[in-house]
């Protein structure tokens, strides 16, 4: 039987976190999930860890990683797949907690790895036109922008190069040297990306509607897209000096 786990960060997502545990195990597909909650002081933890006593009967299907204050979005993600490497899980979906992801994406998504062959499924906003709701249009147009400059600095033929709802292969988390992952925040996932691109792992846009959030408090700044600005280059210049082959 395929095994998929579902890897969600989260600080302070009080608000979202019973719902959104109740709607992954609510799909047809039978996921596992795997909360990494970086030290929420408003609860976090404590509501994932009375939903393991419902789901983890018979079968451990909740997990929950606890760890001291906010360490950044890549390092959850990069210790979740740890997590899921160690365990023999399949396949790896990241999906934020505050349904920005629908859930009943996280099918398609895994579908298209394990039945049409990608090694990386990306739940793409702009493969189909703009297909995000509740943005102001500032920030819809700062989102396709840095996906345009990041195909014009790497080459990737991706239109959602910024995508964080994706499906990973196991065989793709096997082969990138995680610890050569440098970024920890919105880069993280435009790094992964490329990585996995240049190692000439099949990626393929699955498209998504996003919503934003209606509940809990983003957690994009300023800082974040700027580190994705300057860090495209830098991931750029690193790439002549490595080699990539498997």
């Given at each position: 039987m395929t095994r998929a786990l579902v890897i969600t960060p989260t600080y302070n997502e009080i608000e979202n976190i019973d719902a959104i545990i109740e709607a992954v195990f609510a799909q047809p597909t039978p996921f596992h999930m795997l909360i990494v909650d970086d030290g929420s002081?408003?609860?976090?933890?404590?509501?994932?860890?009375?939903h393991q006593a419902r789901y983890n009967q018979g079968e451990t299907r909740l997990h929950?990683?606890?760890?001291?204050?906010?360490?950044?979005?890549?390092?959850?993600?990069?210790?979740?797949?740890?997590?899921?490497?160690?365990?023999?899980?399949?396949?790896?979906?990241?999906?934020?907690?505050?349904?920005?992801?629908?859930?009943?994406?996280?099918?398609?998504?895994?579908?298209?790895c394990v039945t049409d062959g990608a090694d990386l499924s990306i739940g793409s906003r702009y493969v189909t036109g703009v297909n995000v709701v509740n943005w102001p249009m500032g920030r819809v147009l700062m989102s396709y922008c840095a996906s345009m400059y990041?195909?014009?600095?790497?080459?990737?033929?991706?239109?959602?190069?910024t995508a964080g709802f994706v499906c990973y292969r196991r065989t793709v988390l096997e082969t990138i040297n995680l610890d050569k992952i440098h970024f920890v925040g919105y880069a993280f996932q435009i790094?992964?990306?490329?990585?996995?691109?240049?190692?000439?792992?099949?990626?393929?846009?699955?498209?998504?509607?996003?919503?934003?959030?209606?509940?809990?408090?983003?957690?994009?700044?300023?800082?974040?897209?700027?580190?994705?600005?300057?860090?495209v280059i830098q991931m750029k210049v690193w790439s002549w000096f490595r080699t990539y082959s498997r």
């Open positions: 002081p408003d609860g976090t933890a404590e509501a994932v860890k009375r929950l990683l606890e760890r001291k204050g906010k360490l950044g979005l890549g390092t959850a993600y990069i210790e979740g797949f740890r997590f899921g490497l160690r365990e023999g899980y399949d396949f790896f979906l990241e999906m934020d907690a505050d349904f920005s992801h629908d859930p009943k994406d996280l099918n398609r998504l895994l579908a298209a990041v195909r014009f600095i790497t080459g990737m033929k991706i239109q959602d190069t790094e992964m990306k490329f990585t996995a691109w240049k190692f000439g792992f099949k990626l393929v846009e699955v498209p998504i509607i996003f919503t934003d959030r209606t509940r809990g408090q983003s957690k994009m700044s300023t800082r974040i897209f700027r580190e994705a600005f300057l860090g």
